[in-house]
């Protein structure tokens, strides 16, 4: 049990597009979901924390607006990086916390973005 | 400030080795504890956990962590080392629904 996907699980695209990354809970409901970002050989540095129905919370120096995010069930949230640039090409994780559970996270298999 | 120290950047030990990851964080109360290991362009895999209780925590593929309040510690073991540990290892912090991670080990098993 506690699985989460993510999907795409690679993507490449152009600088000044948009690219939407999903991410669900396949058999639990998740009122918190988390999004991580990962440069090479570094560690996950938290972007946001995602609740269901509600607006996200940001860590700071992350731009809400360049990054949006969406929690609209409680199987699903996306991040849409928005106008991408190369500066944002890393690996991005997101976690999902069940909502009936403890403080555990359950983490998805990570999306590779290349922004070109 | 929360933090999570992960004092070796690298280490490598020999294949049947014993090894230990160390790990401390800054943290005024009891935080949940975590080891995470991720193999290259993977994600993570949940080794073990701490909440509450026994001190000693027994994890996946051989690994155990022990829980030292006195010195705010959570280092990782493991008494025989197999080339297929070689990986990332990450030690995380949750503090009131937030995960803070360490800078992570990188382990290399020499055959």
């Known amino acids: 049990g506690a699985v989460v996907s993510q999907h795409p699980s690679w993507v490449i695209c152009k600088s000044g597009t948009s690219v939407k990354i999903e991410c669900r809970s396949l058999?639990?409901?998740?009122?918190?979901m988390f999004w991580y970002r990962q440069f090479p050989k570094q560690s996950l540095m938290l972007m946001a924390t995602?609740?269901?129905?509600?607006?996200?919370?940001?860590e700071q120096g992350v731009e809400k607006d360049k990054f949006l995010i969406n929690h609209a069930s409680l199987t699903l949230s996306t991040l849409t990086v928005t106008s991408a640039h190369p500066e944002d090409s890393s690996f991005y994780i997101c976690?999902?916390?069940?909502?009936?559970?403890?403080?555990?996270?359950?983490f998805g298999p990570g999306t590779r973005l290349t922004v070109l | 400030a929360q933090s999570v120290t992960q004092p070796d950047i690298h280490i490598t030990v020999s294949e049947g080795a014993s090894l230990e990851l160390r790990c401390n964080y800054s943290y005024g109360a009891t935080p949940y504890l975590f080891w995470y290991v991720q193999s290259p362009g993977q994600g993570l895999q949940l080794l073990l956990k701490?909440?509450?209780?026994?001190?000693l925590v027994q994890g996946i593929k051989g690994f155990e962590a022990e829980f030292k309040r006195s010195q705010s510690s959570f280092n990782l073991r493991k008494p025989s080392v197999h080339w297929s540990d070689a990986a990332e290892y990450f030690c995380?912090?949750?503090?009131?629904?937030?995960?803070?991670f360490g800078t992570g080990t990188r382990l290399k098993v020499l055959a």
């Open positions: 976690s999902a916390r069940e909502s009936t559970g403890d403080d555990e996270q359950f």
């Open positions: 701490y909440f509450s209780g026994d001190t």
């Open positions: 995380a912090v949750g503090l009131t629904y937030k995960y803070i």
């Open positions: 058999d639990f409901q998740a009122t918190t």
């Open positions: 995602s609740n269901e129905g509600s607006k996200a919370t940001y």
